[in-house]
């Protein structure tokens, strides 16, 4: 299965720099997106063991600009055999305070966004017969939180998302499968003490992996993971 192509957005930093660095660690070529972090995306690039990888920047909230990715990341490539949806954004805050502006930034990225990518990626899956998109979304879009408005109508409709094109592309050999990550130690939201009960960005990274090792007449379609140890309250 190794010397796959796989396209991860927002692979800069967290858990799509993990997850980067594992499929470039299991053989395969991997593009590096980035919206404007170019060093910290050419830093994931230099640290990628193998060859073939490469970065594309794109706004995925410019569905012109989510083209030009997919096509330069085919191109570079030679094929895209994987997309994981793991770029996204969060902001917290009681409705009373939340703006127009955040509501419809964090729908535009974290839902909107990925609509993008999965409708441009899918052209070339059913062209070859085959492909796997895999989104990361979170606990967020089964749970949901004060202050957590905006970020959990992403998430619940990223699940619905998901569940609806897994129905819609399964008889095509079109996989798709969502994870819904809860703690994660990554730069995400405000750390306060010791985060060493989270889960690790490379927690994920493995389960992206596992995923893709099941056996054809297997798809795990959607996948919850906690700490094993969360931090009590009080």
């Known amino acids: 299965m190794a010397d796959r ?7 800069s930093r967290g858990i799509g720099r993990a997850i980067a660095r594992a499929f470039a660690g299991d053989g395969d070529r991997v593009a590096v997106h980035h919206r404007d972090s170019a060093g910290l995306a050419a830093g994931v690039l230099a640290g990628l063991p193998g060859r073939g ?5 794109a706004d995925l909230t410019d569905p012109e600009a989510v083209r030009r990715m997919v096509d330069r990341a085919c191109d570079v490539l030679g094929g895209l055999d994987v997309l994981v949806n793991n770029a996204g954004a969060g ?6 305070d939340l703006t127009l502006d955040e509501w419809r930034k964090t729908i535009d990225l974290n839902l909107t966004g990925v609509f993008y990518c ?5 052209p070339l899956f059913r062209n070859q017969g085959a492909g796997y998109i895999i989104q ?13 408005a905006a970020y959990n109508a992403s998430k619940f409709g990223l699940n619905g998302f998901s ?4 129905q819609d592309l399964r008889f095509e050999n079109i996989r798709v499968s969502y994870i819904m990550p809860g703690s994660v130690d990554t730069g995400f939201g405000p750390r306060q003490g010791s985060a060493d009960w989270k889960i690790a960005p490379e927690d994920i990274a493995e389960m992206v992996l596992h995923l893709l090792c099941m056996p054809a ?3 795990v379609s959607r996948v919850e993971m906690r700490p094993s140890k969360p931090k009590k309250n009080g």
Do not use: D, K, P, W
């Not at 569940?163 to 897994?166: K, N, V």
């Open 163 to 166: 569940e609806a094109i897994m």
């Open 91 to 96: 902001v917290f805050r009681g409705i009373q």
């Open 5 to 11: 192509a796989i396209l991860v957005t927002g692979a």
């Open 53 to 57: 990888h490469t970065v594309v920047q």
């Open 217 to 219: 007449r297997t798809l």
């Open 118 to 122: 999965c409708h441009h990626a899918l």
């Open 136 to 148: 990361i979304s979170s606990l967020a879009g089964v749970n949901a939180f004060a202050g957590g």
